[in-house]
């Protein structure tokens, strides 16, 4: 069993800063990709940030230049700093990861629960 655990929600003023943390745990051979995504009520979900297991980055127009992905590989963990924040930026942020499973020849792709990021004006 492979699991996604998110962390580092809440709510904060605009202007501020949030680190999100994921850690994937279970019986995990490698990990490719990780990444954020983040969905707003009645709305697809959107690529935030995404990251190589070599650290190439890739961050969606609207974030570039606040927010920061990093990983550990060997926590199989990835985090986004999240600086200067706008109200625009509340909605609930999902972890991803490509890996794949010990014993398993293909990479599937798993979410976490999601996290709330609330900013307030």
């Known amino acids: 069993q492979v699991q996604l655990v998110e962390s580092g929600g809440g709510l904060v003023q605009a202007g501020g800063s949030l680190r999100l943390s994921c850690t994937a745990s279970g019986s995990i051979s490698s990990i490719d990709i990780m990444a954020w995504y983040r969905q707003a009520p009645g709305k697809q979900r959107e690529l935030v940030a995404a990251i190589t297991s070599g650290g190439i980055t890739n961050y969606a127009a609207s974030v570039k230049g606040r927010f920061t992905i990093s990983r550990d590989n060997a926590k199989n963990t990835v985090y986004l700093q999240m600086n200067s924040l706008k109200p625009e930026d509340t909605v609930v942020y999902y972890c991803?990861?490509?890996?794949?499973?010990?014993?398993?020849?293909?990479?599937?792709?798993?979410w976490g629960q999601g996290t709330q990021v609330t900013v307030s004006s």
């Open positions: 991803n990861a490509q890996l794949r499973r010990a014993y398993s020849r293909s990479y599937d792709m798993y």
